[in-house]
């Protein structure tokens, strides 16, 4: 047994002792060149693994790798005050006995702590964006316990990352990308943060699966899952993998106590490089689209198409003179892969087209009649057609106090909704209106008006200026479409 346990053992630190036994470079760029890091993993993945053949061999420590990664993770504070009101206020009651000035605010100071990975010498710090989020002031605190003002320079909250900016006036200590395609299940990471504000703190693990889909964190949904210990305070800090090198950002834990479970998620670093590409760029985060609405394929349809196993995304619908419709590919394919990457279900899909950029050509494998076929996908930023026109409703009518706008595939993606959307989607809403206390949400579209189809938000603010004593509306609650009747 415990030869067993010491073989186990000696085949976990293997990647690590190739590692330890490199010099760190003396200088090196930022690698945001995707095609660089995919030829950086397929280097690290064809490396030999030797077994260690004695005990010294197996004493390995991770301390080169911390050494030269641990440098790179930084803490995130943010704050920012808000005012608030007591819920007595306006009480008549307690104003008359208790005498108090209910009604004047008082301010609060709400506190987010988190991790952060610096990617660039200049400055350039990852991030995620729940711990920035609606902060007005971003601190961010050097290994070394210096402190500086962060410049926000980009939120993305469909991936849950952010891109800051410190000036310190120096070079500062980076990570590089690892390919997180070439990632495998058992690879050795260390995840670095500061978890309950405790200070930095390195644990080890292992990936314990990839492409985890089933994770409402994101709007894309694909995670790279680790058994090394992540706890609050952890979110935004470094994976890396036994090079020392950011193969994920972490964001979020699986946990019913608050505390680390084993179950842990990370951003991939695929995904992060894209994010500060067009953070250091300056251009708009904008990603390419397939122009098609997918589901993923469940064993039924597997056995009615005569797969033989439940994978893929099936093609619902399709855009027309869109990049799927302009490859061949029609309503009910079925998508097994993207440059050779297997797509699992629809999210896998999604984040396959999504890491790469516009124009970019995708050599997608479909299924057609139980016959595999492929297609090269010219990929385009989805259209914002029809324009956007943001109305205020007001008047006498049920949906005033409602912002309205229109659906495009492009706000659809950008609202996480399906990309063929159409029609008047809901993106404000007062509090107290007669809307939200009918349960009216933002990302609930209204479909008609007193049997009317309204197509945009013009076409809906004119039929509810009409003059009625009553009103019909249907609205679509997220796939469940809801009578609303008001009135006689």
């Given at each position: 047994m415990l030869r067993n346990s010491l073989a186990s053992l000696a085949m976990l630190c293997t990647a690590l002792s190739a590692a330890c036994a490199q010099p760190a470079p003396a200088e090196e760029t930022p690698a945001t060149d995707a095609s660089e890091t995919e030829m950086q993993g397929a280097a690290i993945a064809a490396s030999p693994r030797v077994t260690p053949q004695t005990m010294t061999e197996v004493k390995l420590s991770f301390a080169p790798v911390v050494e030269r990664a641990a440098p790179a993770v930084v803490n995130v504070y943010s704050r920012r005050v808000v005012q608030q009101r007591s819920p007595f206020a306006g009480d008549p009651f307690f104003e008359r006995f208790f005498g108090g000035n209910f009604d004047a605010p008082r301010e609060r100071v709400q506190n987010s702590l988190g991790s952060g990975v610096i990617v660039s010498p200049d400055g350039v710090i990852v991030t995620n964006n729940h711990?920035?989020?609606?902060?007005?002031?971003?601190?961010?605190?050097?290994?070394?316990?210096?402190?500086?003002?962060?410049?926000?320079?980009?939120a993305d909250p469909q991936t849950d990352l952010a891109v800051l900016r410190i000036d310190t006036g120096e070079a500062l200590p980076y990570l590089t990308f690892a390919n997180s395609d070439s990632a495998q299940v058992g690879d050795i990471v260390l995840a670095i943060g500061n978890p309950f504000g405790v200070g930095q703190t390195v644990t080890n693990g292992i990936i314990s699966a990839l492409a985890r889909t089933a994770v409402s964190v994101t709007d894309y949904q694909?995670?790279?899952q680790t058994d090394a210990a992540i706890n609050p305070g952890n979110s935004g800090g470094a994976l890396v993998d036994s090079d020392g090198r950011l193969v994920g950002v972490n964001t979020a834990i699986y946990s019913?106590?608050?505390?680390?479970?084993?179950?842990?998620?990370?951003?991939?670093?695929?995904?992060?490089?894209?994010?500060?590409?067009?953070?250091?760029?300056?251009?708009?985060l904008v990603r390419p689209w397939i122009g098609a609405s997918t589901s993923t394929v469940t064993a039924d349809m597997a056995a009615a198409l005569k797969l033989d196993r439940p994978a893929g995304a099936i093609i619902d619908d399709i855009w027309a003179q869109g990049p799927a419709?302009?490859?061949?590919?029609?309503?009910?394919?079925?998508?097994?892969?993207?440059?050779?990457?297997?797509?699992?279900?629809?999210?896998?899909?999604?984040?396959?087209?999504?890491?790469?950029?516009?124009?970019d050509v995708a050599d997608v494998v479909y299924v057609r009649n139980g016959k595999n076929r492929t297609?090269?996908?010219?990929?385009?930023?989805?259209?914002?057609?029809?324009?956007?026109?943001?109305?205020?409703l007001e008047g006498r009518q049920p949906l005033s106090g409602v912002t309205v706008d229109n659906l495009s595939p492009r706000y659809s993606e950008e609202?996480?909704?399906?990309?063929l959307s159409k029609g008047v989607v809901v993106t404000e809403i007062q509090p107290r209106s007669f809307a939200a206390r009918r349960g009216l949400r933002p990302g609930h579209k209204v479909l008609s008006v007193n049997g009317k189809t309204v197509n945009n938000?013009?076409?809906?603010?004119?039929?509810?200026?009409?003059?009625?004593?009553?009103?019909?509306?249907?609205?679509?609650?997220?796939g469940r479409i809801v009578p609303w009747r008001v009135g006689r």
């Open positions: 711990v920035i989020n609606g902060m007005s002031e971003i601190k961010v605190v050097l290994n070394d316990r210096r402190e500086f003002n962060a410049e926000l320079v980009l694909f995670f790279i019913r106590s608050g505390g680390s479970n084993g179950i842990g998620f990370a951003i991939p670093s695929r995904l992060v490089q894209q994010v500060i590409k067009s953070a250091i760029d300056g251009s708009a419709d302009r490859a061949g590919i029609k309503p009910g394919d079925v998508i097994l892969e993207v440059d050779g990457q297997p797509v699992f279900d629809a999210q896998t899909l999604q984040y396959r087209v999504g890491v790469k950029s516009d124009a297609a090269k996908v010219v990929l385009s930023l989805p259209p914002e057609t029809p324009a956007r026109d943001p109305r205020a609202l996480g909704l399906d990309p938000a013009a076409e809906l603010e004119r039929e509810l200026a009409k003059p009625a004593t009553s009103w019909e509306l249907e609205v679509d609650t997220g």
